[in-house]
């Protein structure tokens, strides 16, 4: 189903961008001039009333924008589990990895095991859709799509086995 999503300029404020719920609520972003940031439940009719107002400081909007980005990752990802022949993995890079502060692209995932890395997950924090200069961390976990048999040599690979 489309989502509808509104921009609306607000004069000496700032800019405010409105999601309308399938249960007709609407949620506002409102990317303060100063660098602010608030959340607000509206009535889907009346976009300058809000019913709540919850003022995010960078931290905590940093911290919602990571939780809905792996919400959204993870629930795309349950799906694989009905194809055929495809896999996910969620792979523990230990610390005596040798990619262990090298970028995501050094592994060669793809191209010597047709491997898809499609999330690293990093403590509380989800990187979606990590690029080639991502630098890997101890402790990181690789989400990957692939062939079995692809994801036991991707495990290889990053273990330096």
Not at 118 to 147: F, K, M, Q, Y
Request: hydrophobic residues 40%.
């Amino acid at each position: 189903m489309p989502v509808h999503v509104e921009r609306a300029e607000l004069p000496g404020i700032g800019i405010r961008t409105d999601l309308l719920t399938k249960e007709g609520r609407r949620l506002s972003v409102v990317s303060l001039r100063d660098g602010g940031r608030e959340v607000a439940l509206s009535d889907e009719d009346d976009p300058d009333r809000a019913d709540e107002t919850i003022v995010l400081t960078d931290d905590e909007a940093n911290a919602v924008s990571e939780m809905l980005g792996g919400a959204h990752i993870i629930t795309q990802l349950a799906g694989v589990q009905e194809v055929p022949g495809l896999h996910m993995e969620k792979i523990p890079l230990r610390a005596d990895s040798p990619y262990v502060g090298r970028a995501l692209g050094d592994t060669k995932a793809r191209t010597l095991t047709r491997c898809s890395i499609v999330a690293i997950v990093r403590a509380t924090e989800v990187v979606p859709a990590p690029e080639p200069g991502d630098l890997l961390e101890a402790g990181d976990a690789l989400v990957a799509v692939g062939t079995r048999e692809g994801l036991d040599r991707l495990v290889r690979i990053v273990s330096g086995d």
